[in-house]
């Protein structure tokens, strides 16, 4: 299979984000990151579930991926499918209980994903494989667009990789954080199934069409 490119709208611009996310749509995009952050779990504050409402008829097609990067993410589950979401990834960092907390996801109708802190491990996700639609790599520690990659986090993808095929899993592995046109190829070798760009896509010269068709060109 490709990797699927999946526009992190967190780099759109906010005055116009209708507009970016059906953009994003015309431009072939499958997936829409949304990262959705408290100020406490990090130290920015994004949007919720009624912005995301609000854009889920900009772009009925795609499939909009909602990363919480929040303190109490089960209280999220409920609003984050009422307002359109698809696949929802929670911090392993901050589940008391990550089994029931996927479980949850999944009773809600969406797909269930963990995302993994720079320096998180593997080890907490050994006895959830089986919950796993998906395991976001977080390739920059999270909070903030426009950073720079951590090289380290290729490694990172080709053990989870591995352990995929070791234990029969089915996740997709995404990456997120400073994914661009010279940090995409090797992701995709070590493993990568989704590419989350942000800054890449929203800021190059050509658009967000033009960012989409750069990372395609890299990969393909």
Do not use: W
């Not at 919720?48 to 109490?72: C, N, T």
């Not at 993808?157 to 997709?172: K, P």
């Not at 010269?205 to 393909?220: E, F, M, Q, R, T």
């Amino acid at each position: 299979m490709a990797p699927l490119l999946a526009p992190s709208l967190l780099a759109a611009d906010f005055s116009r984000l209708g507009e970016q996310v059906r953009e994003c749509a015309l431009a072939g995009a499958p997936y829409l990151h949304l990262d959705v952050m408290d100020g406490h779990f990090v130290p920015n504050l994004t949007f919720g579930a009624g912005l995301i409402r609000a854009l889920r008829s900009h772009a009925p097609e795609l499939v909009f991926d909602a990363h919480l990067m929040v303190s109490r993410p089960d209280d999220f589950i409920a609003p984050m499918a009422e307002a359109g979401v698809n696949a929802l990834t929670v911090h392993a960092e901050a589940c008391l209980h990550l089994q029931r907390t996927l479980s949850a996801i999944r009773a809600a109708g969406m797909k269930a994903g963990v995302a993994l802190n720079p320096a998180t491990g593997l080890d907490s996700l050994r006895y959830v494989l089986g919950d796993l639609d998906l395991v976001l790599v977080m390739t920059v520690n999270p909070g903030f667009g426009g950073q720079s990659f951590l090289p380290q986090a290729a490694k990172k993808v080709s053990e989870l990789a591995a352990l995929r095929a070791e234990s029969g899993a089915s996740f997709l592995i995404s990456v997120d954080g400073g994914v661009d046109a010279k940090t995409a190829p090797e992701l995709v070798r070590s493993g990568a199934d989704i590419l989350v760009s942000g800054s890449f896509v929203f800021g190059h010269p050509g658009g967000i069409a033009g960012g989409l068709a750069a990372l395609k060109d890299v990969i393909s």
